[in-house]
């Protein structure tokens, strides 16, 4: 497709209950990116595939965090156990290339909210 | 460890007025990203540079790398500018993750 599709743009899930998120990519593009924004304004980075595989998971947390990206499907975030914390705008970004070509395209983002 | 600095927090102008949001960062890197977020929370790119300066309509935006700095300037500013602009960078030799300065809220009066 033409543009990043994030789907659900809305998740609400009670403390515990899973979390699933979903990217689809620009066509063509080989890297995604996950990242968290919580309090407005402040991003994190949690992890990055060039296509299937990940290119970079040091901002995933160890525990209840998970994400793929095969081949023909979406890429996936999962949040297993949810906690209050992990209320946050889940966005997703694909690019084309690495280095000095890398313009990121984002998605519209996934608000997680955990009551 | 790259850090984003990104000033002033809040900016409030008239319409009409030019407006100027600065970013620092603290290591070498491979591309400097202006993003825009409207209230609604999507983020659209604005500009990605890595040296000099780009310029897309009303908008400018200028890095020098020696003083790892970079402007984002709006000309003749209107009411649908206003939005958190966000200025981030990538690592040089790094995993091209973007690392995010915490924006600057910009309100542009009528």
């Known amino acids: 497709g033409e543009e990043v599709a994030q789907t659900p743009k809305h998740l609400v899930r009670g403390e515990g209950q899973k979390a699933k998120l979903y990217c689809a990519p620009i066509k063509g593009h080989s890297y995604v990116f996950w990242y968290q924004q919580v309090l407005k304004n402040e991003f994190k980075f949690l992890i990055s595939?060039?296509?299937?595989?990940?290119?970079?998971e040091t901002g995933m947390p160890k525990e209840r965090f998970s994400a793929k990206c095969l081949p023909n499907s979406p890429c996936s975030l999962e949040i297993q156990a949810t906690k209050l914390e992990d209320s946050a705008v889940y966005f997703c970004a694909s690019s084309q290339f690495r280095g000095r070509n890398t313009e990121a395209f984002f998605g519209q983002g996934t608000r997680l909210t955990v009551v | 460890k790259n850090e984003v600095e990104q000033s002033p927090q809040n900016l409030t102008a008239q319409e009409g007025e030019f407006i100027t949001i600065n970013c620092s960062y603290s290591v070498g890197i491979s591309a400097l990203h202006w993003l825009q977020q409207h209230p609604g929370g999507g983020i659209v790119s604005l500009f990605m540079l890595s040296s000099g300066k780009k310029k897309h309509g009303r908008l400018i935006a200028t890095i020098n790398i020696q003083e790892k700095h970079s402007s984002l300037h709006i000309t003749a500013s209107h009411p649908r500018d206003s939005a958190v602009y966000i200025c981030a960078s990538s690592t040089q030799g790094g995993s091209e993750k973007l690392v995010f300065g915490k924006g600057t809220k910009l309100t542009v009066n009528p």
């Open positions: 595939f060039q296509n299937e595989n990940v290119f970079d």
